[in-house]
């Protein structure tokens, strides 16, 4: 890119990206694109299960499954590597039908799988209102790979999924597949100091797990009063990757000013972040 950074709509703004480190290189190259200085704050990671009992059960016998729903880019990582340690090869997914939300559809497609189902509303609630098109969608077997989450409290999202496919009819397993645990946030002395003196333009937020994490580290015993939920941090805008994680963040009591209305990729999350500035 020739353009010079003092031209683009991020120019000069420090943005904190809490998403994991595997997301979070492709959300800062977005807005790096944008002109901003994306500054590497996960408050989550995402690892192994420590106890593969369920999902390797699952795995067993995944051929009695009509369809696998995935919710994130995670849950594909995980699936496809434990399936190759269990040494199942992709013949035993002839009989499963696929949904994936938005780009993740082309992380499935690197595994030789083609997505079924890709909801034009890129979220579970989009999957729901997809599945509910579908004739004799009732009774149907959904697996549901979904994080374990470990230090801080599950968000409602993939409840409110389970419940969602229940109401089809569906019979749904879901089965942790990963784990997601909060990072320590004594790693963060620069960022955290970087956010209470005011120094950070954006923090930006691409799910509701990250956070709640965040609001751990902040608004822990420490002298934290001017986090993200304080008046001093007017100035610091709070982003976030789509309706859902907005809605969740304002419930956590965050005062969210950019939501992303295309949610399908980390570059309309860039964009919204670009236009509010710009």
């Not at 993740?104 to 083609?114: N, Q, S």
């Not at 599945?131 to 409602?156: F, R, T």
């Amino acid at each position: 890119m020739l353009t010079p950074t003092v031209q683009l709509p991020l120019h000069g703004k420090r943005i904190i990206v809490t998403a994991p480190r595997n997301y979070a290189v492709r959300l800062s190259e977005q807005l790096i694109n944008q002109g901003g200085l994306p500054i590497l704050m996960p408050t989550i990671e995402t690892c192994l299960l420590e106890n593969f009992t369920e999902l390797d059960a699952a795995l067993q016998q995944i051929d009695t499954f009509d369809w696998i729903a995935f919710t994130s880019r995670n849950g594909i990582e995980a699936f496809f590597q434990r399936l190759k340690d269990l040494g199942l090869n992709l013949f035993s997914l002839t009989n499963c039908l696929f949904c994936a939300i938005g780009t993740d559809a082309e992380r499935l497609a690197a595994f030789g799988i083609k997505a079924d189902l890709i909801p034009t509303q890129p979220s579970p609630a989009g999957i729901i209102t997809e599945l509910a098109k579908i004739p004799n969608i009732a009774q149907q077997s959904v697996l549901v790979p979904v994080p374990e989450v470990v230090g801080v409290p599950e968000p409602d999202v993939i409840p409110n999924f389970i419940a969602g496919l229940e109401k089809l009819g569906m019979k749904v397993t879901c089965v942790p597949t990963y784990r997601t645990r909060c990072l320590d946030k004594n790693i963060y002395e620069v960022e955290l100091n970087l956010i209470r003196q005011g120094k950070i333009d954006v923090i930006a937020f691409s799910s509701t797990v990250e956070v709640a994490a965040f609001l751990q580290m902040v608004d822990a015993k420490s002298n934290y009063e001017h986090c993200a939920i304080s008046p001093r941090l007017d100035a610091t805008r709070i982003a976030c990757f789509g309706p859902y994680t907005a809605a969740n963040a304002q419930k956590l009591g965050l005062n969210v000013s950019i939501v992303a209305q295309d949610y399908s990729s980390f570059a309309g999350f860039a964009e919204a972040i670009a236009h509010f500035f710009h």
